[in-house]
Structures are given as structure tokens and as C-alpha cells.
């Protein structure tokens, strides 16, 4: 029988240099100059997402039409261009930021900038455009609702921070129809400036494709950092919460509770906690409830490190006759934790892994 592979320690990690500076406009920047290939990506990153928001859903709304055109340009047209040079618009919506990024080779920026940031600073949003995005969102969420995991999701993260928290509200058909087009045009102007947000610049570029990003993100509006909107958790009363929700063909189990931000001492120390117990195959939980016991086709635990926030969870869909026995398991591996050390031999595993 061939004998496996030898996985050799990780002894250096090569971190990459980063320059770090602010334009004059007061927007922050990184560049980070790695790869192989002469490829650029351009990444404007907006606090905009829940935490700021003055109206429900307005920043998944205004991030997904921001697309849809500008003063200068139709969407068509600038999906065309950006087509034309090989280029990649994507627009990743968040729970505290929104994402505006470009990939290109570099040698095409010149070309492709110009349409980048009318698109970022000078979009359109219709009412046409916005009531197709509520009807697509509508019919979207009647379907995520027939699904067991969403239902738990919903469930446990609203019991973490309560119905009104920007981490805890959850959407319905009626809060898309309460979406205004006025809404999502002051949302852009809030937040999509200068001084509330960063950019970051990676991947192989020389002196002058340098320049010609830098000078285009001195156009973008200085505007003003801001404040979230007050954060005030009203979570349920138990210290942790357990979700359990018998739907066809299995039940879905949602544990955990909430923890603390990612800026917290003990948020790093917290990742590697929630990986060991069940964030990758040969986790603690895996192990435990598929490969031993054959409870569960998967297991997982993650700990989802927010801005402001954050919290632990434990996630498995099973039989319905293997939830007591299940959660049994899971109670016996949370008790490990917190009673006996982690031998260094597991640590190793999951470092290499």
C-alpha cells in the first residue's frame, strides 16, 4: 500500500509588505504588491452596511443597484466596456461594509478607470431598477423560507441581539416594499465618501498604474467618517440559545451566543476555539457526530467576529430522531473545553491543516 505524503511543519510564513498611506482627500490606503501575473485588483471599502444604515435593507439595495448605471454611462454600457478590457466589477455586500471592486490586468486600468469611478461616485438609481430588485428579493425570500437552515439562522440570530439590532432585524416581504428610492440615494451620499471608508490596491502593478489609482481615488468626495447607529442588543434572557426546528426531511439545531467584537483580546484565541471544535473535517464535532456516531452528514462551529459584535454557534441538521442524542454529544464536547487543556498534538493537526 503507498504510503501518504509527508506533511512537512510550517516553519515561515512569507507575510507580504504593505504601504500604508492617505490621500488628500483624507481616504486611507494600502498597497500590497504580490503574484506573478501583471493582474491589479482595486477594492473601495465603505462602512455601509446594517450598522449604518438610516432605514432597513438600504445597504443591500443601494449595493446591489450600484451597478445599474450612471450619469455618463447605462449599466449596459458599462458592462460592456468593462467586458471589452477583460475586466471584473463585483459589488460584495456585507453585514458592516460594502465592497466596490475592480480586477483587471494592469495595463488596462487608464482605460478601465475613468468608468470605475463615475460608477462609484455618480450612480443612478430608478425606481424601475429598484422595484425589479424588490420583486427579485420578494420571490428570493418566499424560497429561503420554505428552507430549514435559514428559518434557524433567523431565529438564532435574532435571539442573540433582539428584532431591532442591526445585527438582529430580520427582512420581510413588507420591509422591501417599505424601500424608497430617496432612501438609497442619501445612503450613497452618507456613505460612500472618503473619509468612510479605505482603499486597497493588490496583486502586480508598477510606479505608474500606482499613480493613476491614487490620483482617481482623490476625486472620490471627502465627506465625513460615521457613527454607527446606537447598537443596543436586547437579547433573550437564557446565557445561551438553542434553536430546533423539526422541518421535512430533518431537523435543523442552531446553539450559541453572543460573544464580543473582533477587536476584542480574546477574538483571535476565539477563531482557533471554534475551529477546533468544528470548523474543519477533522474537528472535534466531525469526528464526533458524523465519523463516530453517523448523526449528521455535517457539523460545524464558527465564531462570527463582527464589527461591533459577535457571537459563537454551533450548526447541524439531523434526523429527527438523533436530535437528543446529538445534543447530548454536543454538550459533551463543549464540557471537554472547558475542563481539559487541548493537547498539543491537535493543535499541530489543525495548524496544518
Known sequence: MPKPPFIRPITHIDWPSIEQGRLSNGLPY????????????????????????????????????????????????????????GASLSVPYQ????????????????????????????????????????????????????????????????AYYGPDHPY????????????????????????????NGFLLISGQFDQATEQHLLRAGETLPEGSALSPSPL?????????????NEGPPQSAIRIGRPLFPRTHADANGMHILASLLGGFFGSRLMMNLREDKGYTYHVSAAYDSLAFDGSIQIELETSHAYVAPALQEVKQELRRLREEPIPDKELQTWAET
Open 30 to 85: 494600502a498597497l500590497v504588491r504580490r503574484g506573478t501575473q501583471e493582474v491589479v485588483r482595486v477594492d473601495y471599502v465603505f462602512w455601509a452596511g446594517r450598522p449604518f444604515e438610516a432605514h432597513r435593507l438600504v445597504g443591500r439595495a443601494t449595493a446591489a443597484l450600484l451597478r445599474e448605471g450612471s450619469r455618463q454611462y447605462s449599466g449596459v454600457a458599462l458592462a460592456e466596456h468593462f467586458d471589452f478590457y
Open 95 to 158: 453585514t458592516d461594509v460594502t465592497n466596490v471592486a475592480l480586477y483587471s490586468l494592469s495595463q488596462h486600468i487608464p482605460q478601465l478607470l475613468p468608468h470605475f469611478m463615475e460608477l462609484l461616485i455618480n450612480p443612478v438609481f430608478t425606481e424601475k431598477d429598484l422595484q425589479a430588485y424588490i420583486r427579485r428579493q420578494q420571490h428570493e425570500l418566499r424560497e429561503d423560507l420554505t428552507q430549514n437552515d435559514v428559518l434557524a439562522y433567523r431565529h438564532i440570530t435574532e
Open 168 to 195: 438582529g432585524y430580520n427582512s420581510y416581504p413588507e420591509t422591501y416594499d417599505a424601500l424608497q428610492l430617496d432612501w438609497l440615494q442619501a445612503h450613497h451620499r452618507r456613505c460612500y465618501q472618503a473619509q
Open 232 to 244: 443596543v442588543a436586547t437579547p433573550s434572557p437564557a446565557g445561551y440559545y438553542f434553536y430546533h
